[in-house]
């Protein structure tokens, strides 16, 4: 005979075991531990404390989140050391967990911070260590500790578990027997509600015999019952009392949060088939009406549970594609070869992007939780070993490359405060090359040699542009003068002899000359108004072009006078002008053969002529030269006496 005792959990839809990933995961940057999965409570499991008196592991988590390390530490050593038989191991395992993931993400960012205060006062981040900390040590005690009562309390289930078993085979044994007593009915059925009782209060037995166990005493109860042919009344006010039960277990049910909480609600579940289970048939015609309506919630919240680890396990997969990119990404900067310390550089800051973005990214399936967290540590690894070769075997070259920007440094400053800026610039740019051309210098060192050159540099190039500043509103102030020189030249009325209008005209020159640079951009037009200007005053004067020429030159050599390197001046000029002057008797002396062979025919004329004008305009300019040189020649004696 089929009831609702040995329908309740035969279906798939009404008893699930917990699954283990309903458990927190272990943080991936703490390693694995064993961890066996939550069994449903045994008598080893029930605490003797009020249910107000349990505590309530979720909100401590929240409470302690913001604890020191040092505190975090001494909370969880307190909370190891109050265990005892009333404690509930399977919620603590939970919350050692949580204990474990936020004592290492605190740690973790203690280094982080310690490392970056580390490089900020000048230390290499390759050489850097925790030092005077034992939080780690300390926390791994503590844990060892908690690992340990888990792993005793497990033994002990276990061994309870054996022992539930054969108590319960027990029970079986003493229903099938008493079918056979004498005693009176009364006493016969006080002794199965007796016996009844205690299977309900004996707890699990081992998971590969519960279904077995479960069916004997199922079948033992029904034949107890059809033998005895029970009182009808006692009969229906046992059952009535079992659907009043029944009825609270589904209303139970069908209060839990499978919205909020569908693995809380799943779990507390589990228990409430665990009383089910165990508790007696109810009135024939209530069996269908009361078994669907717990049935029916079992089935909305397994959904529910089955619907909230679909859409997980979707994410973690998706999660688990993702941080296996990011894995690719860093192998692929770990395995590359780089031989400037720019791009050892440029990669590492890659690095930690990726770092970065991974911490983003949520859980992954717990299979593959370690392995893909190991595989991205490990790029990690590979890339800061190789660094740390590079950069070993570099320091000697470092420190050649540090001496020799210092000597850059020294050099630059001594050149800080040229005002010959026409020299200096090139020679400050050539600087500036050859510490572009210079390798790396030792990391605590780089920040302030640069920092010298720098200052060096850019003193040099402010004063610079303080005194071009100044040059160009002088050249401004200049353009101004000679265009009012040019206005006075332009309004110069004739003297009455020509030695007078020379001396006028040598005055103008010498106060042009005296005036100094223009604007570039003005020079050309300012100096051809002049020319023009300066000839015809030596026109109005008789001069002669060869005269004005000499004239002009002389003012021009006077003007120079005041030069500190005025000899190797007139070097120059003589030079560069007994050049000219070779090439203008070349000129001439090809012109004039040119000439002597010429012979004279009709429509020759204007060829002859324009050979005889060009004969005139060189012979003209070789007077000029020659009489220039003639004037070196005048002011070198001076030089010399």
């Not at 594609?321 to 310390?341: H, W």
């Not at 000499?550 to 005025?566: D, H, R």
Request: glycine share 2%; net charge positive.
């Amino acid at each position: 005979m089929i009831t609702e005792e040995n329908k309740n959990t035969k279906t798939g839809d009404t008893q699930k075991s917990i699954p283990t990933d309903s458990i927190k995961p272990i943080p991936e940057n703490t390693g694995n531990i064993d961890k066996k999965p939550v069994n449903k409570k045994t008598e080893l499991e029930k605490p003797s404390a009020s249910k107000e008196n349990q505590i309530d592991y979720e909100k401590e988590i929240n409470a302690i989140s913001g604890h020191s390390i040092a505190d975090l530490l001494d909370y969880f050593s307190k909370t190891v050391n109050q265990i005892n038989d009333t404690t509930n191991i399977s919620e603590l395992s939970i919350f050692a967990e949580e204990i474990k993931t936020l004592f290492y993400k605190k740690y973790h960012f203690l280094i982080a911070t310690e490392k970056k205060k580390w490089v900020k006062e000048g230390g290499n981040p390759d050489d850097f260590k925790l030092i005077d900390n034992d939080d780690r040590e300390r926390f791994e005690d503590i844990y060892s500790k908690f690992k340990a009562y888990r792993k005793s309390y497990n033994e002990k289930i276990e061994a309870q578990k054996q022992e539930n078993l054969k108590l319960k085979l027990e029970i079986i044994e003493k229903i099938k027997n008493l079918v056979h007593t004498e005693e009176s009915l009364n006493s016969t059925f006080k002794a199965f509600k007796d016996l009844e009782k205690q299977w309900k209060e004996i707890g699990q037995v081992p998971a590969p015999v519960a279904s077995e166990i479960w069916g004997k005493y199922n079948f033992a109860v029904e034949q107890f019952y059809d033998f005895i042919k029970i009182n009808k009344d006692l009969r229906d006010l046992d059952q009535k009392k079992n659907y009043e039960e029944k009825i609270g277990f589904c209303e139970t049910a069908e209060s839990l949060p499978y919205k909020e909480n569908p693995v809380k609600a799943f779990q507390e579940l589990q228990v409430l088939h665990d009383k089910w289970k165990n508790t007696g048939p109810v009135p024939p015609e209530k069996r269908d009406e009361i078994w669907e309506r717990f049935s029916a919630i079992t089935k909305v919240i397994n959904k529910a549970h089955n619907e909230f680890h679909l859409k997980r396990k979707q994410e973690e997969e998706e999660n688990l594609t993702k941080k296996t990119a990011l894995c690719e990404k860093a192998e692929a900067i770990a395995n590359g070869d780089y031989t400037k310390y720019s791009e050892w550089r440029k990669h590492q800051e890659q690095l930690k992007a990726l770092d970065t973005e991974w911490r983003k990214i949520g859980r992954v399936p717990r299979q593959h939780n370690s392995s893909i967290y190991q595989r991205f540590r490990d790029a990690f690894d590979r890339f800061f070993e190789k660094k740390k070769v590079f950069y070993e075997k570099n320091k000697a070259k470092e420190a050649e490359n540090l001496n020799a920007k210092i000597k850059l440094c020294e050099t630059a400053e001594k050149l800080q405060d040229s005002t010959d800026f026409s020299k200096t610039t090139p020679e400050i740019l050539n600087l500036q090359k050859k510490w572009k051309e210079i390798g790396p210098v030792p990391y605590e060192k780089s920040e302030e040699i640069w920092q010298r050159f720098r200052s060096a540099c850019n003193r040099f190039f402010e004063n610079k542009s303080t005194a071009f500043k100044e040059q160009k509103e002088k050249e401004k102030e200049n353009l101004q003068l000679k265009e009012a020189i040019i206005k006075e030249m332009t309004a110069f009325k004739p003297l009455p002899s020509d030695k007078e209008n020379i001396e006028a005209i040598r005055s103008f020159q010498k106060r042009w000359d005296e005036i100094g640079f223009v604007p570039r951009n003005k020079a050309d037009a300012i100096n051809k108004s002049y020319h023009n200007i300066l000839t015809k005053l030596f026109d109005i004067a008789n001069v002669d072009k060869v005269k004005q020429q000499s004239l002009s030159y002389t003012e021009y050599l006077k003007n120079k006078q005041g030069m500190p390197n005025f000899k190797k001046f007139l070097e120059d000029e003589q030079y560069n002008i007994r050049k000219k002057l070779q090439n203008i008797e070349k000129d001439i002396f090809k012109i004039e053969n040119s000439l002597s062979r010429f012979s004279v025919s009709k429509g020759s004329e204007g060829f002859l002529k324009a050979y005889k004008d060009e004969l005139e305009k060189k012979k003209e300019l070789q007077e000029i030269l020659t009489k220039k040189i003639q004037l070196i020649k005048n002011f070198f004696e001076q030089l010399s006496k």
